[in-house]
């Protein structure tokens, strides 16, 4: 951690009482591990302890924090004791005066302290923000007047932040005390609106001056989010602050904590599963099979059950992929690459809405949704590509543009399409612009882009798993281990602020990576046959689901509370993950009826 630049003794020179009296000062007798023990009058030994600068930075952040908490008398002991000095005397003084509402004196101090800012600028700024405080006071008080002369001949003649004094200037049509404070967002006269003036003007101050507000909290804070960010199982909402969590101990999430067990098997398909989707609220599961159904499971919040809700039929050729619109309705399913039509069904009351067929020749297998739930777009890889209302008319169309997957953006005018030619393009039907953002060497099988439309998640013919930055258009990670041909296999993100990445594989696995990491953290194996899709609940960050073409979808989840395995990850030593391995007893059809080993 660097220094905060504050000196040795904070400057003054250290002399004893003798010295002072005229008399020469006793030498040090000794000095060893930091301690110099010099020899006092009477003969007595007295030891005073030599600070590094780092040591010095500590104490202060200590002393800072025992005040915070009221324990003033403590923190001048430790102060007196250490030999250091928590603030610089006219900073503490300029603090008692803007505490106490002493404008007029606190004025005078701030240019005494202007000389130890690093920033020209600062000490105006400081100044500024003083007058605001005063003036505000004055018009809650009632001093019309007074807050005048402060606006007029003090404010204005700053010539700073004109656009904020205008603004301060309105508030005195201000009928009531209550008014100002709800127009101007202040909290009124007092303690509290004053000690939120301290923490802007300590922000202007070096901190060898003063230190920054709370930065013993500041810092420790800062600790606990690296050591989330460095944890590779950290999927918690709740929000770990210092007054709920020990600080005696790191923070590690336990493995049993990650969806990396069965918790249930739906097998209501009978044949080949292509496609799964949670909806946006996650409370259903969508799954697209080759049996030409369509299966919506509703989602227990509570258990994270999923239970058979809706079937749809009458899809000629399979389901292979599947959009939810953004208000969970409606749900678009599409069919294989010999499917012309695609079909809109109206979730809620298990209606189709309609069926898109503009020519048997067409190819309709990716769809995606505006925002506005009244539009999506539709395409495939023998050069359709529409956008659609929600009675299925075209409203406009794309020519010879080959789809292989397609994406909305949020900002309801940009489409993102993968296509024949290894890249992804970004399509305004609006404009009738596109512009190209990035070039794979080898076919993108299909993509996903995260909630803040900037990384896309490719998955890419015979290379796997890779992340792009679709704003500066670079390629960010290759994820190993996965195994990935010329099948169309979706990952997707999930998680906890989205930190994952999962996806199938063609070696029956689903493999699970932190955002930031190469190497998978989890390694799932259960399906017998290859994984063509995962899908993570976007509400419960433990839970993902898993379609195979074993003809199962497996939901996956934390390890049940009696669950007495090794909670300590088992590492392969050929990609450092964990290895997660199903065995399946007759009935699967929950986390129950399965064991879990770790296989090495």
Known sequence: MQSNGSPTHNGDAQTSSSAQNGAE???????????????AAGGLEKAKVVLSRS????????????????????????????????????????????????????????????????????????KFLLLEQKYLEYLEDGQVIEALYCLRNELTPLKFNTERVHQLSGYIMCSTAEELRERAEWEGKGPKSRAKLMEKLQAYMPPSVMLPPRRLQTLLSQAIELQKERCPYHNTKSEDSLQNMSLLLDHVCSRKQFPC??????????????????????????????????????????????????TFEGHQYGVSYLAWSPDDVYLIACGPEECSELWVWNVQTGELRVKVSQSPEDSLTSAAWNIDCKRFVCG????????????????????????????????????????????????????????????????????????SGRLALLNVATQGVHLWDLQDKVLVRKYQGVTQGFYTIHSCFGGVNQDFVASGSEDNKVYVWHLKRELPIAVLSGHTRTVNCVTWNPQIPGMLASASDDGTVRVWGPAAADDESDDLPCLSPLDGAVRVVEKDKPSAESDDSTDTDDEV
Request: aromatic share 6%.
């Open 25 to 39: 000062p006793e030498p040090a007798a000794s000095s060893s591990n930091g301690v110099e023990v010099t020899q």
């Open 55 to 126: 040591d010095e930075d500590i104490v202060r952040l200590i002393g800072q924090h025992l005040n915070g908490l009221g324990l003033h008398r403590t923190a001048e002991l430790l102060m007196a004791e250490s030999g250091c000095r928590l603030e610089h005397p006219s900073a503490a003084k300029f603090r008692e005066l803007v505490m106490a509402g002493d404008w007029e004196q606190a004025e005078e101090v701030l240019s005494e302290l202007k000389s130890l800012l690093d920033k020209p600028q600062a000490a105006l700024k400081m």
């Open 261 to 310: 067990r069965t918790r249930q098997i739906l097998s209501e398909h009978c044949d080949e599963v292509w496609f799964c989707k949670f909806s946006n609220d996650g409370t259903k599961l969508a799954t697209g099979s080759k049996d030409s159904t369509l299966n919506v499971y509703e989602v227990n919040q509570i258990t994270h059950e999923a239970k058979l809700l809706r």
């Open 380 to 451: 495939g890889t023998r050069g359709q590509f529409y956008q659609c209302d929600l009675d299925g008319n075209v409203m406009d169309s794309w020519e010879g543009v080959r789809v292989q997957c397609l994406q909305y953006k949020k900002d309801g005018k940009t489409v993102l399409a993968s296509d024949t030619h290894h890249r992804i393009r970004g399509y305004n039907f609006e404009e009738l612009s596109d512009h190209n953002l990035i070039v794979e060497d080898h076919p993108i099988m299909s993509f996903s882009i995260d909630d």
